[in-house]
C-alpha cells in the first residue's frame, strides 16, 4: 500500500497542465573518458504535442556528436472525462569528449507554442584515462511497473542527411531493449514516398543480440535496413515504423505468479532527409539518369555477319549508384545497319554498403549492306555526387564486316517488292455522310416472332378445320352451307331485283330447303315440306320459327297455282333472310 | 406541329453536319500527325455517331500515341461492327502484337476458325438474318402444315439450320456485350489476391491486356486473363468495351 502511494507521489510532478511542456535536459553520467560517448537525452513531455521540431543543441566545442536518434512513446489519459493524448519524446544525442577537464554541455533550446524553453546547463568532468563503468547493469532488469525511458527504443537512422537526386541512402530499423518482450508485431511500416526502395535486409524473425552502448547492455535486433534512391528532390519526409509490442513485467507479489504484459506502441522517430535537385547546367545531352560511378563497355558478339544474320552489341555499364534507374543509351546511327531495340539486363548487389553491379543493353544489329561498318564511340553521362559534377564516358569505336546481306533482303521479299517495316493501316478516309450504324436491333425485333407464333396458329387452325371437312360429314355439311347459302340467296336476290316472281320463288325455296338440309342434316331433296316439318319438330325447334318456315315454304309453292296471289316477295326475302339467321 | 418537326429535322441534319465536319478535321489532324487533336476530334464523334470508321481511326490515333489499351478498345469497337472489315482486324491484330505481356490464345484452333465464321456477319446483321430465316422457317412450315407436301419439309429443315447457325452467331455476339469485358488502358497494374492496396500482388499486367471482369468490389475488379489467371485491381485501370 504504501509503496502505491509512493509511485503515485512519484508521478505527480509530471502532471502538467494543457499546453505546457516538460524539457529536460540528462546525461547518463557526469564523469567520462577522453573519447568515451556520453549520452544526453532530451526530454519533451507534454499533452497534444503534434508535430513538434528538433531541440537546438548549443554550440559544443568540447564534444564530436556521434549519433543523434529519437523515441517517442503516446498514452492516452482519460481525465473529467475527456481523453488527453500524451506524449513524451526522447531526443538522445551520443557526444564524445574531445578535451580533458571540465566541459559544459550549456542549455538546450526546443521552440514550442511561440515559447522558448531552455534546460539547465549541465558540466562533465572528462577524464584522460577511460573509465570503465565499476559496475556493469545489469542486463535484465527487473523493473517494477511502468517501463522506464531508454530501457525500449526503436531507432531509425540515415547515414545521409542530405544527397543528391539519385544518390543512395540507408535507413536502418533497430529495435533496441533492457526489458523482456513477451511479443512483438510490426504496425505500420514506413512510407519510402518520392524513392525508389532496394531493400537490403528485412528481418524474418526476432533474434537478439547484444551489445554495450556508452556501458549499458541491451538486446538489439536490426528490423529493416533500405536502400532509397530519392528520384524527386526537396524535403522528403519518411514516415515512422511503429511496432506493437507487449512487454513482460516481473511479478509484483507470490500471487501474481507469472507476471502481467503490458503492451504499448512503439515509434520510431520519422526520417528527414533534403534532396538535393541535379544541377542543369552543363547537362550533357547523353545523361541518362546515372547518378554514382559508371563505367561503359562495349562489345560485338562477333565480327563477321553472313547473309544478313544479326549481330548483337552489347553495352555494358558498370558501378555504383542507381544502376536500375539508367536508361539505354543512344546509339548513334550506323549507316547501311538497322538497330533494334536492346535486351535488358541487369545484375546489382549491396556490397560495402552500396550497390553496385552492371546493366547490359543488348541491341540486335542488322546489317543491310555488304562491307565493313563501324559502330562509333557510345558515350553516357552520369553525375558523380562526390566529383559534384558531370562526368561523361565512351566506349571504343568496334568494327564488323557484313556479307550476302542482299541475297538475304531478298528472301524477305515478297512478289519481288521490298519490305522495310510494318505499320497500322492508314485511316479510313473522308465520307460524305457518317451513317449510324446500328449494334443491335431494337425491341422491334419482337414482332416478327409474335407473327410467327401467329401464323403457326393460324395455319394448325386451318389445319384441323382441314381434318374436320375430311372426317366429319355434318362439320363439312355445315361449313359447306354457309357458302352455298351466299350463292343461293344472291341468286334469289336477283331474281327479285329483276321482279321475276317465279324465278325469285324457286330460288327462295332452294335457299331455305338447301339451308335447312345442311344446317340439320337432311336429305331434303327427297322430302316433302311436310316430312321436312316433321323432322325439325324431332329436333326441337321453336314452334314459332317451324310456323314461319311453314308459312315461307307454303308462300314459295304459290308458284305452282297461277292463280292465286302471294304476298310481296320482298317481304318474303327478308322474312327468310331473318329466319336462316335465327336458325 | 408541322413547324416543330421541321425544326427538329433541321436541328438534326446540323447535328450530323457537325459530325460529319468533326469527323473530317480529325482526319486533317490525322495527316499532320497531331494525334492527340485527331483523338479529341473522333472522340466528340463518336459520342453521336456509332461508326466502324470513326472508332478505327480513334484506334489508330490511340496507337500513334502509344495508348495500347485504348486503341485495342476502338478496335475492338469497330471490329463488332464490321467484323468482315479486313483493315480493322489487321490493326487489332497488329496492336495486340505489341502489347508487353505475351498472352498465348489458349483457344484450340478450331474454336478459332469456328469464332471466325460466326463472326462473319455483325451482330445487327445476324439479328436482321436470323429473324428473316426464321419468318421463312415459319412460312414454310405453315405451308407445310396447308399443303403436306414433301417439298415443303425439306425447305423447312434447310432454312431452319440456317437460321440456327446465325442464331449461333447471335448468342456469340451477345456474350460479347453482356460477358463484361474489358480493356487494361494504364501502362502497367499490379492485380492483387484482394480488393485493396494491402493485399498480395499475383500478377502485372500492362497496356492492352484484354482481360473479363468476374466482380467489382468497392473500386476494384476482380479481373480475369484468357489464361484463367487474375486478380484485383482499380477500376479505373480498365475500361469497358462495352
Known sequence: ?583 | MTTASICAFLLLAQFDLNSNELYRKGNAYYQQGKYGEAIVAYEQVSEEITNSRVFYNLGNSYFKRGMLGKAILNFRKAHFLSPRDDDIAYNLDFARNYRVDRIADMRSPILALLSKIFRFVSLFETQLLATSLFLFSILLLSLLLIYRRKIFLYAFIGVIVLCLFFSISWQSWRAEITGSYAVVVAPEVSATSGPGGNYKEIIVVHDGAEVSVRETRGGYALIQLPGGIGGWVPTNTLEYIF
Open chain 1, 1 to 583: 500500500m504504501l509503496k502505491r502511494i509512493g509511485r503515485f507521489l512519484l508521478l505527480f510532478p509530471t502532471v502538467l497542465l494543457a499546453g505546457e511542456i516538460r524539457f529536460v535536459a540528462s546525461v547518463d553520467r557526469t564523469e567520462a573518458g577522453l573519447g568515451e560517448p556520453v549520452i544526453l537525452t532530451l526530454v519533451v513531455e507534454g499533452e497534444e504535442l503534434g508535430q513538434i521540431a528538433n531541440p537546438k543543441l548549443p554550440a559544443l566545442p568540447d564534444f564530436n556528436i556521434g549519433g543523434t536518434s529519437t523515441s517517442q512513446s503516446t498514452s492516452i489519459q482519460m481525465a473529467g472525462g475527456k481523453s488527453v493524448r500524451r506524449q513524451l519524446i526522447n531526443f538522445i544525442y551520443t557526444l564524445y569528449p574531445r578535451s580533458v577537464g571540465e566541459s559544459v554541455i550549456g542549455p538546450c533550446e526546443l521552440e514550442f507554442g511561440g515559447e522558448v524553453y531552455k534546460t539547465n546547463p549541465i558540466s562533465i568532468n572528462v577524464l584522460k584515462s577511460g573509465t570503465a563503468p565499476s559496475q556493469p547493469k545489469s542486463p535484465l532488469p527487473s523493473t517494477g511497473g511502468e517501463v522506464p525511458e531508454g530501457d525500449l527504443k526503436l531507432s531509425a537512422t540515415t547515414n545521409r542527411k542530405s544527397v543528391y537526386q539519385g544518390e543512395q541512402v540507408i535507413v536502418e530499423y533497430t529495435l533496441y531493449t533492457r526489458l523482456r518482450l513477451a511479443d512483438m508485431s510490426l504496425g505500420e511500416l514506413p512510407s519510402f514516398n518520392g524513392f525508389w526502395v532496394e531493400p537490403i535486409f528485412d528481418a524474418q524473425r526476432i533474434e537478439f543480440k547484444r551489445r554495450t552502448i556508452d556501458g549499458v547492455l541491451y538486446d538489439y535486433c536490426q528490423l529493416k535496413k533500405t536502400a532509397l534512391f530519392p528520384v524527386t528532390s526537396g524535403q522528403l519526409r519518411i514516415s515512422p515504423m511503429k511496432l506493437n509490442i507487449a512487454v513482460l513485467q516481473s511479478p509484483r507479489d507470490f500471487f501474481d505468479f507469472f507476471g502481467t504484459t503490458k503492451t504499448m506502441v512503439l515509434e520510431s522517430a520519422p526520417l528527414f532527409i533534403t534532396v538535393i535537385p541535379l544541377p542543369t547546367e552543363n547537362r550533357p545531352g547523353e545523361f541518362t539518369g546515372g547518378v554514382g560511378e559508371f563505367s561503359i563497355t562495349s562489345s560485338l558478339d562477333r565480327d563477321l555477319s553472313d547473309a544478313a544474320e544479326p549481330i548483337n552489341l552489347t553495352v555494358r555499364i558498370a558501378g555504383s549508384g542507381n544502376i536500375k534507374l539508367l536508361e539505354k543509351p543512344a546509339i548513334p546511327d550506323i549507316p547501311g545497319v538497322k538497330i533494334l531495340n536492346p535486351e535488358i539486363k541487369e545484375s546489382v548487389r549491396f556490397a560495402d554498403n552500396r550497390f553496385q553491379g552492371y546493366k547490359e543493353f543488348n541491341y540486335p544489329l542488322i546489317p543491310q549492306t555488304d562491307g565493313e561498318h563501324i559502330v562509333p564511340a557510345i558515350k553516357i553521362a552520369f553525375f558523380n555526387p562526390k566529383a559534384r559534377r558531370y562526368e561523361t564516358v565512351e566506349t571504343s569505336t568496334l568494327k564488323f564486316t557484313a556479307t550476302q546481306t542482299a541475297s538475304a533482303v531478298e528472301l524477305a521479299q515478297t512478289g519481288g517488292l521490298k519490305v522495310t517495316g510494318s505499320d497500322i493501316r492508314y485511316i479510313k478516309p473522308d465520307v460524305l455522310h457518317l451513317a449510324n450504324q446500328r449494334m443491335s436491333a431494337g425491341w422491334w425485333l419482337l414482332f416478327p416472332y409474335t407473327f410467327a407464333f401467329v401464323m403457326i396458329g393460324l395455319s394448325l387452325l386451318y389445319r384441323r378445320h382441314q381434318s374436320r371437312l375430311l372426317s366429319d360429314r355434318a362439320y363439312a355439311r355445315k361449313v359447306r352451307s354457309s357458302r352455298l347459302l351466299k350463292s343461293r340467296l344472291n341468286e334469289a336476290r336477283r331474281h327479285l331485283v329483276k321482279n321475276r316472281e317465279k324465278e325469285f320463288h324457286a330460288a327462295l325455296s332452294r335457299v331455305l330447303l338447301g339451308y335447312i338440309g345442311d344446317r340439320y342434316n337432311l336429305e331434303v331433296g327427297a322430302l316433302t315440306n311436310e316430312s321436312i316439318i316433321e323432322a325439325l319438330r324431332d329436333r326441337e325447334i321453336e314452334e314459332d320459327k317451324i310456323a314461319e318456315l311453314e308459312y315461307l315454304l307454303a308462300q314459295c309453292d304459290m308458284r305452282f297455282s297461277p292463280d292465286t296471289k302471294c304476298d310481296d316477295p320482298g317481304v318474303l326475302y327478308e322474312k327468310a333472310k331473318k329466319l336462316i339467321s335465327r336458325l
